[in-house]
């Protein structure tokens, strides 16, 4: 895409040709700086805030907990937008007012490099806050602080291979990464480097990479580096130091990351299980996180496999958490059983620590009049199966919905006794009211826009391909409609009913048993007859 390309175009070199003639003014004159420290800044909407601010403040809480008594943290923000614990989260918070009438996009990108430009440090780590530590104890800044020792700039790359091009005129015509910056804040070259970068943003504003701020950087940094007296001195991350999809070979902490960008779309150790029951919109879930483009989901021969052996009498959680290990999005079974059969939840927990969970609930009665209609009417083969699932001792109200409420309690309670209520998200669905997508994309830290739309695929007993693979079984027009009618004083109707249909479909699968040994027997004895024949050992 054009907006994307890293190049230098007409317009940069419009921009970098305005600024040669006439040095940008200085953000910083009334700066004292001290020490070193992290800054990231919030700008935007309330939307923003939820969607990216408040999952990354888990971070900083952790890390000023855990943090040495030199690393500091501040937030740079407009005016209006923190919360009570965003400003408990940070050493320092600095709030300025700016005009709501500039372009959104751009503010928030003009505000950013402002942000570096204002840093209370003489030694700064920039963090964009989807840019994740791998740790919260400091061991990554110990590791990237090094990198400023003979430098005034740090940046690391924006695409693959751009690693090459390091020390030729190339690598200043092409786009830098700024999710994680390292800023020598006190030296003059920093200073007019961001001066010069916030009026290149303003030159490019009404050009198609207005939006963005790597552009102006790229211009910024070929006039600091290319001066001829005291030239800006420029370093590079190294690319599996602060991991990214386009130049690192893994974006994963667990491959040696000190940070990892975008570390809930694309590293692997963040997985999402849907953990909420069968019926519980476990449908609508998977098809929300696949519009979110989270993904993998696993392989769907090991999510039956790992299912079977859960419902085992002695369950079996070891298949499950294999089917999880090279897949993100997980939904439905065997994962509806996390608090059902074989402690499937702790031992998730605790393969899988930086995974979170998403319980699905709907209200009780509603709960159950939609399982047992589909019991009852579509699939009453399941039945047994739901018994199991539930360790429910017979398909009634009354032990169904028992044992759906421990269900969701035991999930619960596990999340409060862990301290780990941030790793679980409880969504209630219901068909009547518009799909929660604000609090599933802040909780799976879906950066960019959040759907808004309400077209997600629902099961229902009239769309259904339910029949296509069990032809068998497959439901006439009065079941249907005698179960989508049906309300709650229709109970002992439609258990009755769907017990009747339950043995039919036994009997009549004993039946085709019987049929297919008699046609193997059948078949043996013929060929037993042929070699017979062959072997001339034909008997009266």
Not at 440 to 460: H, I, Y
């Amino acid at each position: 895409r054009a907006r994307k390309d890293g190049f230098w175009d007409a317009d940069c070199e419009r921009a970098y040709l305005a600024l040669e003639r006439q040095q940008s003014r200085l953000l910083d004159e009334d700066m004292i700086r001290s020490g070193s420290g992290i800054v990231v800044s919030v700008a935007g909407d309330k939307d923003f805030v939820i969607r990216e601010v408040i999952p990354a403040i888990r971070w900083f809480q952790e890390f000023a907990k855990n943090k040495a008594q030199n690393f500091r943290t501040t937030v740079f923000a407009e005016s209006g937008l923190l919360t009570p614990k965003i400003r408990n989260s940070f050493d320092t918070v600095i709030e300025e007012i700016t005009s709501q009438l500039t372009p959104l996009a751009f503010r928030v990108k003009a505000f950013k490099i402002r942000a570096m430009a204002r840093s209370p440090y003489d030694r700064t780590l920039y963090l964009d806050l989807d840019s994740r530590p791998c740790d919260t104890q400091g061991v990554f800044l110990k590791k990237l602080w090094p990198l400023l020792d003979n430098a005034d700039l740090v940046l690391a790359d924006n695409y693959a291979g751009q690693d090459k091009l390091v020390g030729t005129i190339a690598d200043l015509r092409r786009e830098h990464a700024s999710g994680l910056v390292l800023l020598r804040s006190s030296s003059l070259n920093t200073r007019q480097l961001l001066a010069d970068y916030a009026s290149a943003h303003a030159i490019l504003k009404n050009t198609r990479r207005g939006r963005r701020d790597q552009p102006a950087l790229m211009v910024a940094l070929r006039l600091a580096v290319e001066k001829k007296s005291n030239p800006l001195r420029l370093a590079h991350i190294p690319r599996n130091a602060f991991c990214r999809k386009n130049t690192s070979d893994i974006v994963s902490c667990d491959a040696g990351c000190l940070v990892v960008h975008k570390a809930a779309r694309y590293d692997l150790a963040y997985k999402f299980f849907g953990i909420g029951f069968k019926k519980t919109g476990t449908t609508t879930l998977a098809a929300a996180l696949r519009t979110l483009k989270i993904g993998p989901e696993p392989n769907h021969a090991d999510s039956v496999a790992a299912t079977i052996a859960l419902l085992k009498q002695k369950p079996d959680a070891a298949l499950a958490l294999r089917a999880a290990r090279q897949a993100r999005a997980m939904t439905d079974a065997p994962w509806c059983l996390a608090a059902s059969r074989g402690n499937l939840l702790a031992k998730i927990a605790h393969t899988y620590p930086r995974a979170k969970f998403i319980l699905t609930r709907r209200p009780t009665i509603n709960w159950w009049i939609s399982t047992r209609n589909w019991l009852s009417c579509l699939k009453p083969f399941n039945i047994d199966r739901y018994k199991i699932m539930l360790n429910a001792a017979n398909f009634s109200r009354s032990e169904f919905t028992v044992a759906y409420e421990r269900y969701n309690q035991r999930v619960l309670q596990f999340f409060s006794s862990s301290s780990a209520t941030d790793q679980l998200l409880v969504l209630d669905l219901d068909a009547n009211t518009p799909f929660p997508w604000s609090q599933l994309c802040a909780f799976v830290e879906a950066w960019g826009k959040c759907p808004t739309d309400n077209d997600l695929r629902r099961n229902s007993f009239f769309q259904s391909d339910f029949a296509v693979s069990h032809p068998e079984a497959t439901p006439s027009r009065y079941d249907l409609q005698l179960c989508s009618s049906a309300s709650i004083e229709d109970d002992n109707a439609i258990i009755a009913h769907g017990l009747r249909r339950r043995d039919a479909l036994v009997s009549r699968n004993e039946q085709t048993d019987k049929r297919l040994a008699s046609l193997v027997a059948l078949r043996s004895r013929r060929q037993k007859y042929r070699d017979s024949l062959r072997g001339g050992t034909l008997s009266s």
